[in-house]
């Protein structure tokens, strides 16, 4: 469980962030969305410890977060430049299991299978910059999801990928989400894609002093669908409140 | 960066081209050869050139290349087989210099890019250091030669600390460039994945700052190489190409004089191409052009 309480952040004499307080339970898959330059990057690297200091209180799992903690694992919004270029995509995955101390055939044998579920099988012997954007993306993502973390921040993981690629990622995370019951921050500007994929959605304001003007529980039907899903009266009402949680100043 | 598919996508013009049945050519030399061509060609022309004026002139201060080349072949490359082909001279001249700038430059390279690391992965180091750095860089190396003749007295060490001491700024000072210029969000990575200061430093810091590094490699070889003859010029002195260099001149003998200075430029590209060799093995792989 992740919980923050009148969490503030600032860069300097510019606040960012003020008085966010959210209790994000274990297992759920919470969308944040704002408009852009709100601190939603912001909000994540505070989580993640990235940020050598903030106000108020953040807890994961009952301990307060001081530099960045165990079980954490990030995608990075940059997620491109976010992969190591000199290391092959198989490198690149087994990177975090080094801290887990495995042997070497372990590691490798980890990064292979998380790389099938994300259907990179051929490329793990290619380097980053010889994929496409959507597979540089898939990396980042089992270059995230390799040491089972406890809990998946993601920056806009999807923001600049074509329609299709996209759809099967969200899909991807919906049935990682499924199976290993990890705990995801979601931030993303696409409203659809938060009410498509979140537990619950988490609007915050325009900036400076971004707080939480909407928190919304999504409750929809069934296993989601790209089609159908998109198309039920209760997911069309959900994104119009969103969206209005969003355009009010 | 030269990429291996320039090479791939020329070839597959001249095959078009070839093959476009209404010009008809005759069979072009294959590209490979052709570059060579085209690389040594114009070295070629002015050795031919040289070779032609030299010998119309027939000054003694201007011999034919081709006759420094016999010269050189004689004194040098005419020894035994057992010993590659090297005479004696060249045993007690070559390998000597050369093992001072090995030792040297090795030496300047490893506690270059220690430092530098050292110095570029600390911002108070960096601040600290810069004017410094800076300040060591602008002093011409062969000014400082003398400092080390009164340390130790003419001989092997003293020929290395003056090479280590020239060589040592441009890759401390690259290598510290490269590390400070670590993208910050890859660092955050490796604090997301919990790297080691061991593991970022390998898997990270080093690898980024390696282009730098390599520049600031290529610039101390050649200090090195300079710094080695410098050292060697000096009264003394009692091996070396350098030597080689001033007692020939002493004697008169300008052929040997020739010859050296032709040796020494043979080694300088052989050297720089060995460098730029591991260069590409080791920077060449896994980066964009646009990193
Ligand atoms: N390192 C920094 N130093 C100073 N100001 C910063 C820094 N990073 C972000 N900011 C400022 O903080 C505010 C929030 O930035 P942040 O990147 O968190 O926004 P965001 O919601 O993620 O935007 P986007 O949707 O465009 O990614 C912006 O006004 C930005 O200018
Ligand atoms: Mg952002």
Request: net charge positive; proline share 7%.
């Given at each position: 469980?992740?919980?923050?309480?009148?969490?503030?952040?600032?860069?300097?004499?510019?606040?960012?962030?003020?008085?966010?307080?959210?209790?994000?339970?274990?297992?759920?898959?919470?969308?944040?969305?704002g408009?852009?330059?709100?601190?939603?990057?912001?909000?994540?690297?505070?989580?993640?410890?990235?940020?050598?200091?903030?106000?108020?209180?953040?807890?994961l799992?009952?301990?307060?977060?001081?530099?960045?903690?165990?079980?954490?694992?990030?995608?990075?919004?940059d997620?491109?430049?976010?992969?190591?270029?000199?290391?092959?995509?198989?490198?690149?995955?087994?990177?975090?299991?080094r801290?887990?101390?495995?042997?070497?055939?372990?590691?490798?044998?980890?990064?292979?299978?998380?790389?099938?579920?994300?259907?990179?099988?051929?490329?793990?012997?290619?380097?980053?910059?010889?994929?496409?954007?959507?597979?540089?993306?898939r990396?980042?993502?089992?270059?995230?999801l390799?040491?089972?973390?406890s809990?998946?921040?993601?920056?806009?993981?999807?923001?600049?990928?074509?329609?299709?690629?996209?759809?099967?990622?969200?899909?991807?995370l919906?049935?990682?989400?499924r199976t290993?019951?990890v705990t995801?921050?979601?931030?993303?500007?696409?409203?659809?894609?938060?009410?498509?994929?979140?537990?619950?959605?988490?609007?915050?304001?325009?900036?400076?002093?971004?707080?939480?003007?909407?928190?919304?529980p999504?409750?929809?039907?069934?296993?989601?669908?790209?089609i159908?899903?998109?198309?039920?009266?209760?997911?069309?009402?959900?994104r119009?409140?969103?969206?209005?949680?969003?355009?009010?100043? | 960066?030269?990429?291996?598919?320039?090479?791939?996508?020329?070839?597959?013009?001249?095959?078009?081209?070839?093959g476009?049945?209404?010009?008809?050519?005759?069979?072009?030399?294959?590209?490979?050869?052709?570059?060579?061509?085209?690389?040594?060609?114009?070295?070629?022309?002015?050795?031919?050139?040289?070779?032609?004026?030299?010998?119309?002139?027939?000054?003694?201060?201007?011999?034919?290349?081709?006759?420094?080349?016999?010269?050189?072949h004689?004194?040098?490359?005419?020894?035994?087989?057992?010993?590659?082909?090297?005479?004696?001279?060249?045993?007690?001249?070559?390998?000597?210099?050369?093992?001072?700038?090995?030792?040297?430059?090795?030496?300047?390279?490893?506690?270059?890019?220690?430092?530098?690391?050292?110095?570029?992965?600390?911002?108070?180091?960096?601040?600290?250091?810069?004017?410094?750095?800076?300040?060591?860089?602008?002093?011409?190396?062969?000014?400082?030669?003398?400092?080390?003749?009164?340390?130790?007295?003419?001989?092997?060490?003293?020929?290395?600390?003056?090479?280590?001491?020239?060589?040592?700024?441009?890759?401390?000072?690259?290598?510290?460039?490269?590390?400070?210029?670590?993208?910050?969000?890859?660092?955050?990575?490796?604090?997301?994945?919990?790297l080691?200061?061991a593991?970022?430093l390998?898997?990270?810091?080093?690898?980024?700052?390696?282009?730098?590094?390599?520049?600031?490699?290529?610039?101390?070889?050649?200090?090195?190489?300079?710094?080695?003859?410098?050292?060697?010029?000096?009264?003394?002195?009692?091996?070396?190409i350098?030597?080689?260099?001033?007692?020939?001149?002493?004697?008169?003998?300008?052929?040997?004089?020739?010859?050296?200075?032709?040796?020494?430029?043979a080694?300088?590209?052989?050297?720089?191409?060995?460098?730029?060799?591991?260069?590409?093995?080791?920077v060449?792989?896994?980066?964009?052009?646009?990193?």
């Amino acid at each position: 469980m992740l919980r923050l309480d009148t969490v503030g952040q600032h860069y300097g004499d510019h606040q960012v962030l003020h008085d966010i307080t959210l209790t994000v339970p274990g297992g759920q898959l919470l969308c944040v969305v704002g408009p852009s330059g709100c601190g939603k990057s912001t909000l994540l690297r505070t989580v993640a410890g990235l940020l050598p200091a903030y106000d108020g209180t953040i807890t994961l799992d009952g301990a307060p977060v001081r530099g960045v903690p165990d079980n954490l694992a990030v995608v990075f919004q940059d997620y491109a430049r976010s992969l190591y270029p000199w290391l092959t995509v198989r490198e690149n995955v087994a990177l975090p299991l080094r801290r887990r101390g495995l042997p070497r055939a372990e590691r490798r044998a980890e990064a292979d299978r998380i790389l099938a579920q994300v259907g990179l099988t051929d490329t793990a012997r290619r380097h980053p910059w010889q994929l496409s954007g959507g597979m540089q993306q898939r990396v980042a993502i089992a270059r995230a999801l390799v040491c089972r973390p406890s809990l998946l921040l993601m920056d806009e993981p999807f923001g600049s990928l074509d329609a299709q690629t996209r759809e099967d990622l969200e899909d991807l995370l919906l049935e990682v989400h499924r199976t290993d019951g990890v705990t995801i921050v979601f931030v993303t500007h696409d409203i659809d894609e938060s009410v498509y994929l979140g537990d619950r959605v988490v609007v915050l304001s325009q900036g400076p002093g971004a707080k939480v003007v909407l928190d919304l529980p999504v409750e929809l039907p069934g296993s989601r669908d790209q089609i159908t899903t998109r198309g039920l009266a209760e997911f069309v009402a959900l994104r119009s409140e969103v969206g209005r949680a969003v355009r009010k100043r | 960066m030269k990429q291996p598919g320039g090479g791939a996508s020329r070839s597959t013009r001249s095959a078009r081209s070839a093959g476009s049945a209404s010009v008809p050519r005759r069979p072009r030399a294959p590209a490979v050869v052709r570059h060579a061509l085209l690389r040594w060609i114009v070295l070629a022309l002015a050795v031919a050139v040289w070779q032609l004026v030299a010998r119309a002139h027939g000054s003694v201060y201007f011999p034919p290349p081709a006759e420094i080349a016999r010269h050189a072949h004689a004194l040098w490359f005419s020894g035994p087989a057992r010993h590659v082909f090297l005479t004696d001279a060249a045993v007690a001249d070559i390998l000597p210099s050369l093992g001072r700038m090995t030792a040297g430059f090795a030496l300047a390279a490893v506690v270059g890019i220690a430092l530098g690391v050292a110095v570029g992965r600390s911002r108070r180091a960096y601040a600290l250091c810069n004017p410094v750095l800076q300040f060591a860089r602008a002093v011409p190396p062969p000014a400082l030669v003398p400092v080390f003749v009164v340390i130790f007295d003419f001989g092997t060490p003293m020929q290395i600390a003056s090479i280590v001491f020239s060589a040592v700024w441009p890759v401390l000072i690259n290598t510290a460039e490269g590390a400070r210029d670590t993208d910050p969000l890859r660092l955050e990575v490796a604090a997301v994945l919990r790297l080691t200061p061991a593991e970022r430093l390998g898997f990270l810091v080093l690898p980024s700052a390696l282009p730098r590094i390599f520049a600031g490699l290529r610039l101390s070889l050649s200090l090195s190489l300079i710094l080695m003859v410098f050292s060697e010029l000096l009264p003394g002195t009692a091996n070396g190409i350098g030597f080689t260099l001033t007692d020939a001149q002493s004697r008169s003998d300008l052929l040997t004089v020739w010859a050296a200075l032709v040796l020494l430029g043979a080694l300088g590209y052989l050297l720089n191409t060995g460098l730029l060799a591991v260069e590409k093995r080791l920077v060449g792989r896994g980066r964009t052009p646009t990193v």
